[in-house]
């Protein structure tokens, strides 16, 4: 398993999904090595049952993140060849999004063993469009791994739509298995109060709540758009923000130059603790993205007992039946947003309604129903691929 991203390293929604198929994988006899970067403070192996965590050091300064990268994927390969010698050959080797594609083809030609490739995103959707050199190679990049593979795995029908139209995919190599969530860690009891307390927030105000990388297409500054119409109808509200990335300061900058200041709370990045003690802590759970493969925040607001406003843009519109459990707005619009946070803040039967068709819905998304599903992929790669 090809990682840039596992934890504590957490980036995005790459390092939960790939602990968790982990986890459940080893839990059903399957040994699993997980090669990934390391990280400070963590041991470079660990080992738990027959799942193996390898944490690899990038031994060679870079002058940017896209050589980082470069640099990172041959000290994969490196490490897969000694993995080689202790452990004996792999049966398949599973990349995740274009950071791993380089060591995932490399591997495959030196193994002679099927490539998986699992797409969360494509540069062409997370950046609206190819508009430096640098997306066009990532672009390049996406387009081998697909090439290469022997079976691509994606999280949403949509992306499955969106990679065979960017890639000339054949509909059968993409299987479309979706994120999945562990609804038990959200069955917790948190003193709400005392949460609220340590954000600054009153035991009175209502908290609506964000989370995602704070990047365009998170559509976060929407959101900050939208809130003071909440304001008006609801004004003893505050705005959560959860997460990191490179718009933090222009977010922040939105927020007071809208005279929000003292109503919207960055939080930088938590531990996954303090986070669903936030949810847990919330009155709505708000996703503004303009583009979204799949959107497992939406699960995790759901299992947390939240009603969910959901752009209805990508894969949320698989996961989220407007006004069921569920409320869609309009993508890059305000307006529509502001309309859907102030609907279930007003309407208690339609959240109670919501919030208890999200708690069943969840459990449909369970990590060992989803880890037979992408088990029963590897077996069909092995069938489809023959080296000589």
């Not at 060591?103 to 063993?113: F, N, P, T, Y």
């Not at 996703?287 to 299992?303: D, H, K």
């Not at 459990?363 to 029963?376: C, E, G, N, R």
Request: one cysteine or more.
């Amino acid at each position: 398993m090809l990682t840039w991203e596992y934890p504590p390293r957490v980036i995005g929604g790459i390092s939960r999904h790939v602990y968790w198929i982990c986890k459940s994988m080893a839990k059903v006899g399957v040994e699993v090595h997980v090669v990934t970067l390391d990280f400070p403070n963590t041991p470079e192996y660990e080992v738990d049952g027959l799942l193996h965590i390898h944490r690899v050091k990038v031994e060679v300064g870079s002058p940017n993140f896209y050589l980082w990268v470069m640099l990172f994927n041959h000290f994969f390969e490196k490490k897969v060849g000694r993995l080689i010698n202790k452990f004996g050959p792999f049966d398949v080797i599973h990349a995740h999004d274009w950071l791993t594609i380089t060591s995932g083809v490399a591997l495959k030609h030196l193994l002679s063993k099927p490539l998986i490739v699992t797409f969360h995103s494509t540069e062409m959707g997370r950046s609206g469009g190819l508009h430096s050199p640098e997306s066009h190679m990532i672009h390049g990049l996406e387009w081998w791994g697909s090439f290469e593979a022997a079976q691509v795995i994606t999280v949403s029908k949509y992306m499955k739509d969106e990679l065979i139209r960017l890639y000339k995919l054949p509909s059968d190599k993409v299987q479309v298995i979706s994120n999945g969530i562990d609804v038990k860690t959200f069955d917790v009891f948190v003193n709400k109060d005392i949460v609220k307390a340590k954000l600054g927030i009153s035991p009175n105000e209502k908290v609506i709540l964000a989370i995602g990388r704070l990047t365009w297409q998170k559509g976060f500054d929407d959101l900050i758009k939208a809130f003071p119409k909440v304001l008006a109808i609801h004004p003893n509200s505050r705005l959560v923000i959860i997460g990191d990335g490179y718009m933090k300061g222009e977010l922040e900058r939105l927020a007071w130059n809208m005279g929000l200041g003292n109503k919207v709370i960055f939080t930088g990045f938590i531990s996954d603790q303090e986070l669903i003690e936030i949810l847990k802590s919330s009155d709505a759970l708000v996703i503004s993205s303009r583009y979204e493969p799949f959107g497992i925040v939406a699960l995790e607001g759901m299992a947390s007992g939240l009603p969910v406003v959901v752009t209805n843009v990508g894969g949320l519109a698989e996961i989220v039946e407007h006004e069921k459990d569920g409320i869609w707005v309009y993508a890059n619009n305000p307006d529509s947003i502001a309309w859907g946070i102030n609907r279930v803040l007003s309407d208690q039967a339609l959240a109670s309604q919501i919030i208890f068709n999200g708690k069943e819905k969840v459990k449909k998304y369970d990590w060992s129903v989803i880890t037979q599903k992408i088990l029963q992929v590897y077996e069909i790669s092995k069938q489809v691929v023959k080296f000589e």
